[in-house]
Protein backbone atom coordinates (compact mmCIF):
# COMPACT_ATOMS: atom_id res chain seq x y z
CA UNK A 1 0.00 0.00 0.00
CA UNK A 2 0.78 3.52 -0.75
CA UNK A 3 0.01 6.25 1.66
CA UNK A 4 0.53 10.34 0.73
CA UNK A 5 0.04 12.87 3.02
CA UNK A 6 -0.06 16.36 2.36
CA UNK A 7 0.04 19.05 5.04
CA UNK A 8 1.56 22.70 5.90
CA UNK A 9 3.24 20.58 9.03
CA UNK A 10 5.15 17.44 7.84
CA UNK A 11 7.49 17.66 10.63
CA UNK A 12 3.75 16.57 12.63
CA UNK A 13 4.51 12.45 11.03
CA UNK A 14 8.22 12.24 12.00
CA UNK A 15 7.35 10.15 14.89
CA UNK A 16 4.53 8.04 12.94
CA UNK A 17 6.93 7.44 9.98
CA UNK A 18 9.54 6.45 12.67
CA UNK A 19 7.54 3.79 13.87
CA UNK A 20 5.17 2.41 11.95
CA UNK A 21 8.08 2.21 9.10
CA UNK A 22 10.07 -0.19 10.63
CA UNK A 23 10.56 -3.77 7.97
CA UNK A 24 7.18 -2.33 6.44
CA UNK A 25 9.23 -0.08 4.78
CA UNK A 26 12.47 -2.23 3.84
CA UNK A 27 9.88 -4.87 2.57
CA UNK A 28 7.49 -2.33 0.42
CA UNK A 29 4.26 -3.27 2.28
CA UNK A 30 3.38 -0.04 3.41
CA UNK A 31 5.02 3.20 1.31
CA UNK A 32 4.25 6.14 3.71
CA UNK A 33 5.10 9.64 1.99
CA UNK A 34 4.60 13.23 4.03
CA UNK A 35 4.88 15.96 1.53
CA UNK A 36 4.74 19.87 2.58
CA UNK A 37 1.69 21.58 0.91
CA UNK A 38 4.19 24.90 0.19
CA UNK A 39 6.26 22.48 -2.51
CA UNK A 40 3.59 23.63 -4.58
CA UNK A 41 3.36 26.85 -4.34
CA UNK A 42 5.47 29.55 -6.44
CA UNK A 43 4.55 32.92 -4.83
CA UNK A 44 7.93 34.46 -2.67
CA UNK A 45 5.73 33.66 0.90
CA UNK A 46 4.52 30.25 -0.32
CA UNK A 47 0.83 31.15 0.47
CA UNK A 48 -1.20 28.63 1.32
CA UNK A 49 -4.02 30.28 2.87
CA UNK A 50 -6.56 33.01 1.56
CA UNK A 51 -9.92 35.15 3.22
CA UNK A 52 -13.55 33.67 2.71
CA UNK A 53 -15.77 34.70 -0.16
CA UNK A 54 -18.67 36.08 1.68
CA UNK A 55 -16.85 37.26 4.67
CA UNK A 56 -16.09 35.70 7.88
CA UNK A 57 -14.11 34.58 10.46
CA UNK A 58 -10.73 33.09 9.75
CA UNK A 59 -9.04 32.07 6.54
CA UNK A 60 -9.48 29.37 4.10
CA UNK A 61 -7.05 27.23 2.00
CA UNK A 62 -6.47 27.93 -1.51
CA UNK A 63 -7.26 25.42 -3.88
CA UNK A 64 -4.14 26.12 -6.47
CA UNK A 65 -1.83 24.31 -4.08
CA UNK A 66 -3.93 21.20 -3.65
CA UNK A 67 -4.83 21.12 -7.20
CA UNK A 68 -0.98 20.63 -8.19
CA UNK A 69 0.03 18.15 -5.20
CA UNK A 70 -3.09 15.97 -6.19
CA UNK A 71 -2.22 15.88 -10.03
CA UNK A 72 1.06 14.51 -8.76
CA UNK A 73 0.42 12.01 -6.62
CA UNK A 74 -2.62 10.98 -7.82
CA UNK A 75 -0.83 10.09 -11.07
CA UNK A 76 2.87 9.28 -9.81
CA UNK A 77 1.09 5.96 -8.68
CA UNK A 78 -2.20 5.04 -9.21
CA UNK A 79 -1.86 4.54 -13.12
CA UNK A 80 -4.71 5.13 -14.39
CA UNK A 81 -5.40 9.13 -14.39
CA UNK A 82 -9.54 10.14 -13.99
CA UNK A 83 -11.57 8.14 -14.95
CA UNK A 84 -12.71 8.00 -10.87
CA UNK A 85 -12.08 4.50 -10.33
CA UNK A 86 -8.66 2.51 -10.04
CA UNK A 87 -7.78 5.98 -8.79
CA UNK A 88 -6.39 6.11 -5.12
CA UNK A 89 -8.71 7.10 -2.28
CA UNK A 90 -8.31 10.62 -1.78
CA UNK A 91 -9.29 11.36 2.25
CA UNK A 92 -9.92 14.29 3.83
CA UNK A 93 -10.41 14.60 7.75
CA UNK A 94 -13.28 16.94 8.02
CA UNK A 95 -15.39 17.61 11.55
CA UNK A 96 -18.13 17.39 8.94
CA UNK A 97 -17.42 14.22 7.23
CA UNK A 98 -18.68 10.39 7.95
CA UNK A 99 -17.29 9.09 11.19
CA UNK A 100 -14.23 6.71 11.25
CA UNK A 101 -14.50 3.81 12.85
CA UNK A 102 -13.15 0.36 13.02
CA UNK A 103 -15.06 -0.80 9.76
CA UNK A 104 -14.09 2.27 7.93
CA UNK A 105 -9.99 1.39 8.94
CA UNK A 106 -10.50 -2.20 7.44
CA UNK A 107 -11.95 -1.00 4.21
CA UNK A 108 -9.57 1.54 3.71
CA UNK A 109 -6.76 -0.98 4.47
CA UNK A 110 -7.52 -2.90 1.55
CA UNK A 111 -6.67 -0.02 -0.65
CA UNK A 112 -3.65 0.22 -3.19
CA UNK A 113 -3.07 3.58 -2.56
CA UNK A 114 -4.49 6.62 0.11
CA UNK A 115 -3.91 10.15 -0.34
CA UNK A 116 -4.41 12.01 2.91
CA UNK A 117 -4.94 15.77 2.57
CA UNK A 118 -4.73 17.50 5.87
CA UNK A 119 -6.01 20.99 6.18
CA UNK A 120 -5.97 23.94 8.59
CA UNK A 121 -7.34 27.40 9.24
CA UNK A 122 -10.80 27.30 8.18
CA UNK A 123 -10.54 24.43 6.06
CA UNK A 124 -10.26 24.14 2.11
CA UNK A 125 -12.00 25.59 -0.96
CA UNK A 126 -14.93 23.37 -1.53
CA UNK A 127 -13.71 23.22 -4.96
CA UNK A 128 -10.62 21.21 -3.83
CA UNK A 129 -13.14 18.03 -3.04
CA UNK A 130 -15.10 18.45 -6.73
CA UNK A 131 -11.95 18.49 -7.97
CA UNK A 132 -10.55 15.67 -6.38
CA UNK A 133 -13.25 13.34 -7.33
CA UNK A 134 -12.01 13.19 -11.04
CA UNK A 135 -8.98 11.56 -9.35
CA UNK A 136 -10.26 9.17 -7.35
CA UNK A 137 -12.90 8.69 -4.20
CA UNK A 138 -12.94 11.41 -2.47
CA UNK A 139 -14.39 10.71 1.55
CA UNK A 140 -14.84 13.21 3.62
CA UNK A 141 -14.13 11.28 7.23
CA UNK A 142 -14.27 13.08 11.05
CA UNK A 143 -12.46 11.51 13.98
CA UNK A 144 -15.16 12.05 16.32
CA UNK A 145 -17.52 14.48 16.97
CA UNK A 146 -15.15 17.18 18.10
CA UNK A 147 -13.18 20.14 16.81
CA UNK A 148 -9.17 19.88 15.84
CA UNK A 149 -7.17 22.57 14.72
CA UNK A 150 -6.27 20.63 11.45
CA UNK A 151 -6.60 17.31 9.73
CA UNK A 152 -3.23 15.95 11.08
CA UNK A 153 -3.90 14.74 14.46
CA UNK A 154 -6.59 12.52 12.45
CA UNK A 155 -4.98 12.12 10.00
CA UNK A 156 -2.09 10.16 12.30
CA UNK A 157 -4.75 8.21 14.08
CA UNK A 158 -6.18 7.34 10.87
CA UNK A 159 -2.73 6.03 9.02
CA UNK A 160 -2.35 3.70 12.45
CA UNK A 161 -5.42 2.34 13.17
CA UNK A 162 -5.03 1.48 9.16
CA UNK A 163 -1.25 0.28 8.99
CA UNK A 164 -2.09 -2.06 11.85
CA UNK A 165 -3.90 -4.06 10.05
CA UNK A 166 -1.86 -4.44 7.24
CA UNK A 167 0.37 -7.93 7.92
CA UNK A 168 3.82 -7.15 8.58
CA UNK A 169 3.35 -3.58 9.73
CA UNK A 170 4.95 -2.72 13.25
CA UNK A 171 1.99 -3.04 15.69
CA UNK A 172 0.00 -5.80 13.89
CA UNK A 173 -1.65 -7.78 16.41
CA UNK A 174 -0.57 -11.57 16.22
CA UNK A 175 -4.24 -12.32 16.40
CA UNK A 176 -6.36 -10.08 14.36
CA UNK A 177 -8.52 -13.37 14.59
CA UNK A 178 -9.11 -13.28 17.81
CA UNK A 179 -9.26 -9.62 17.29
CA UNK A 180 -11.92 -9.48 14.80
CA UNK A 181 -14.06 -11.64 17.07
CA UNK A 182 -16.39 -8.69 16.21
CA UNK A 183 -19.23 -9.06 19.06
CA UNK A 184 -19.22 -5.38 19.02
CA UNK A 185 -17.89 -5.29 22.78
CA UNK A 186 -15.90 -3.91 24.69
CA UNK A 187 -12.79 -5.87 25.66
CA UNK A 188 -12.67 -7.32 28.81
CA UNK A 189 -10.06 -6.57 30.83
CA UNK A 190 -6.37 -7.83 31.21
CA UNK A 191 -4.36 -8.22 34.10
CA UNK A 192 -0.50 -9.90 34.36
CA UNK A 193 2.11 -10.39 37.11
CA UNK A 194 2.30 -9.94 39.87
CA UNK A 195 -0.93 -12.56 41.12
CA UNK A 196 -1.21 -9.52 44.41
CA UNK A 197 -0.60 -5.76 44.13
CA UNK A 198 -1.01 -3.13 46.76
CA UNK A 199 -3.52 -5.79 48.37
CA UNK A 200 -5.55 -5.85 44.76
CA UNK A 201 -5.59 -9.72 43.45
CA UNK A 202 -5.98 -10.97 40.21
CA UNK A 203 -9.69 -12.22 39.85
CA UNK A 204 -9.20 -15.95 40.66
CA UNK A 205 -10.72 -17.42 37.96
CA UNK A 206 -7.53 -16.25 35.69
CA UNK A 207 -5.37 -18.46 37.84
CA UNK A 208 -7.78 -21.48 37.61
CA UNK A 209 -6.12 -23.41 34.67
CA UNK A 210 -10.21 -23.62 33.34
CA UNK A 211 -10.19 -21.98 30.10
CA UNK A 212 -13.53 -23.11 29.55
CA UNK A 213 -14.44 -21.36 32.67
CA UNK A 214 -12.23 -18.01 31.92
CA UNK A 215 -14.13 -17.62 28.34
CA UNK A 216 -17.42 -17.57 29.98
CA UNK A 217 -16.59 -14.87 32.86
CA UNK A 218 -14.31 -12.59 30.14
CA UNK A 219 -17.70 -12.49 28.20
CA UNK A 220 -19.62 -11.39 31.13
CA UNK A 221 -17.35 -8.68 32.01
CA UNK A 222 -17.74 -8.01 28.38
CA UNK A 223 -21.29 -7.70 28.38
CA UNK A 224 -21.24 -5.91 31.45
CA UNK A 225 -18.68 -3.14 30.34
CA UNK A 226 -20.94 -2.72 27.64
CA UNK A 227 -23.94 -2.08 29.20
CA UNK A 228 -22.67 0.11 31.91
CA UNK A 229 -19.94 2.26 29.38
CA UNK A 230 -21.54 2.14 26.17
CA UNK A 231 -25.20 0.99 25.99
CA UNK A 232 -25.32 2.17 22.43
CA UNK A 233 -23.32 -0.79 21.23
CA UNK A 234 -25.95 -3.21 22.78
CA UNK A 235 -28.73 -1.00 21.22
CA UNK A 236 -28.33 -0.01 18.03
C1 LIG B 1 -10.09 21.04 10.76
C2 LIG B 1 -11.67 23.81 11.72
C3 LIG B 1 -13.80 23.87 10.69
C4 LIG B 1 -15.56 25.46 11.41
C5 LIG B 1 -17.70 23.53 13.65
C6 LIG B 1 -18.67 24.47 13.02
C7 LIG B 1 -17.84 25.30 12.08
C8 LIG B 1 -12.04 24.80 12.60
C9 LIG B 1 -9.15 21.64 8.82
C10 LIG B 1 -11.74 16.64 12.22
C11 LIG B 1 -12.42 16.27 13.34
C12 LIG B 1 -11.43 17.96 12.37
C13 LIG B 1 -10.76 18.84 11.43
C14 LIG B 1 -10.27 18.33 10.21
C15 LIG B 1 -9.71 19.18 9.26
C16 LIG B 1 -9.62 20.55 9.55
C17 LIG B 1 -10.26 23.28 11.82
C18 LIG B 1 -12.52 23.35 10.77
C19 LIG B 1 -14.20 24.87 11.54
C20 LIG B 1 -16.36 23.90 13.15
C21 LIG B 1 -13.32 25.32 12.51
C22 LIG B 1 -9.35 22.76 9.58
C23 LIG B 1 -10.66 20.20 11.71
N1 LIG B 1 -12.98 15.07 13.66
N2 LIG B 1 -12.51 17.32 14.13
N3 LIG B 1 -11.91 18.35 13.56
N4 LIG B 1 -9.92 22.39 10.76
N5 LIG B 1 -16.61 24.59 11.89
Not at 194 to 213: F, M
Not at 216 to 229: I, K, P
Request: hydrophobic share 35%; net charge negative; proline share 6%.
Amino acid sequence: MRIDVVSIFPSYFDGLTLSLLGKARDSGILDLDVHDLRDWTSDRHRTVDDTPYGGGAGMVMKPEPWGLALDQLADSQSGSLSSSKGGPTIIFPSPAGEVFTQATARELATREHLIFGCGRYEGIDERVFEYAADLGEVRLISLGDYVLNGGEVAVMAMVEAIGRLIPGVVGNPESLVEESHEDGLLEYPSYTKPSVWRDREVPPILLSGNHGAIAGWRHEQQLERTRVRRPDLLSD
